[in-house]
Structures are given as C-alpha cells and as structure tokens.
C-alpha cells in the first residue's frame, strides 16, 4: 500500500527565506505527483505537476523535483513571501489513477 | 467560471439524519472522486468514478452512497450521519494526465 509522508509537519521562516518542503513515497511505481497549496478553510489548488517521467517542474518562484527511484519529491519555494504561508501537500497517482495523499506541512513565512 | 462547484459550504446534521453533497465540473472531465479531509489524516478517499455509469469504493466507504448522475455530476450521500462523518469533504475531477481540479469543499457537522 502506497504511503506518503512529508517533512516537516510545519514550518516558520522569516519573510525573503528559500526553503524546502519534503514529500517520500514507498511505492515507486507512480504514475504522477502533484503539488497541492490549501489555504485555512479553503480547498486545494494544484501547483505543479510532475509526470512519472520528468525529473523537475518550474512555475515562477516554485520548483518541484522527482526522483522516483528513491520515492522523493521536493518543492523549493524561493524568495519566500507571507503570501506563501498555506499548508503544502503532495500526492502521488499510482496506475489505477487513485492518489494518495501526504498529510501536508503547514508553512507560516514571518513578515 | 470553469471548476468544480460544491453544495452546500456548510451543513450542520443530527445523528441519524440523511443529506446528499453535490458536485459539479464543467470541464468534460471523465473522472470524479470525494475524498474527506480530517485533521492530521490528510485527505482520504472515499469513493470515486471513472467514467459516467460506474462508482468504485476508495479507502474509506463505510457510511456513504454514491451517483454519478452524468458525465457533470457526482453526489455523495450520508444516508445515516453519525458524529464520526464529521470533516470536511472535497469532490475533484480529473482528465488523464493532467491532474486534479478541487471543489472548495463542504464543512460538515454531526452533533
């Protein structure tokens, strides 16, 4: 069965900060990952996209990379900004198209 | 606006009521899932459908019925609330290879 979780549950970082968010997976046999943004109270909005065969994905200040073989993903926001503070979570899809979803870490950036 | 439409964003229920969420998307996508989200569990799912005419049961089905009525919309049924459905539900559509789309969710209560 298909785990993910991600490192660290929450985070605090002063405004301007590059930072790091983790996701690991057990099963390597994904067919995509997602990158998911939740604002309190709100529902999910998709990031990035990282297909089983791409290595990295680039939207402005977010990079997400993928390395299947060791079932790890990383979003790298840069430049941090108050605006980013949400709860981050990563999903995996497996070849059934059924996504699992990691328990999300909480990013609070501190103007 | 393009996405997935929920109804209602709030409901209150007694043990042992019964209430349908709706969903709706409007992006000719194919699949469609419910999933709940609990605090520090993540997202779970809950039942979802390939294609119009056909439901299969997720992670956590117990407790909830399903219809995918059209290709537009899938509902979820409580047909007995108990406390313990208490959460908050996401419905998501997605085509193929490009990820999902969420609804803005239902904030459910069962007192």
């Known amino acids: 069965k298909q785990e993910v979780t991600q490192i660290p549950a929450a985070l605090s970082v002063p405004e301007g900060e590059n930072l790091v968010l983790n996701c690991s997976f057990t099963d390597s046999a994904i067919y995509n990952l997602q990158w998911f943004r939740q604002d309190p109270g709100k529902g999910l909005t998709s990031l990035l996209l990282i297909q089983s065969s791409q290595r990295e994905q680039t939207s402005g200040r977010l990079n997400a990379s993928l390395d299947k073989s060791s079932g790890r993903s990383t979003l790298y926001i840069a430049a941090s900004q108050p605006g980013d503070s949400a709860t981050y979570l990563c999903a995996v899809t497996d070849y059934g198209q059924n996504f699992v979803f990691g328990p999300g870490t909480r990013l609070s950036v501190l103007p | 606006n393009a996405g997935v439409t929920q109804t209602p964003k709030f409901q209150v229920l007694k043990t042992g009521q019964s209430m349908t969420l709706q969903c709706a998307q409007d992006?000719?996508?194919?699949?469609m899932y419910w999933y709940r989200q609990d605090p520090g569990m993540g997202l779970r799912l809950i039942y979802y459908?390939?294609?119009?005419?056909?439901?299969d049961k997720g992670e956590v089905p117990n407790g909830y019925n399903v219809s995918r009525l059209n290709k537009r919309e899938f509902s979820l049924r409580l047909e007995s609330a108990a406390p313990s459905q208490t959460s908050v539900y996401f419905c998501?559509?997605?085509?193929?290879?490009?990820?999902?789309?969420f609804g803005s969710g239902t904030r459910l209560t069962v007192v």
């Open positions: 459908s390939a294609s119009e005419g056909t439901t």
């Open positions: 992006m000719n996508h194919n699949s």
């Open positions: 998501a559509s997605q085509y193929d290879i490009y990820g999902y789309t």
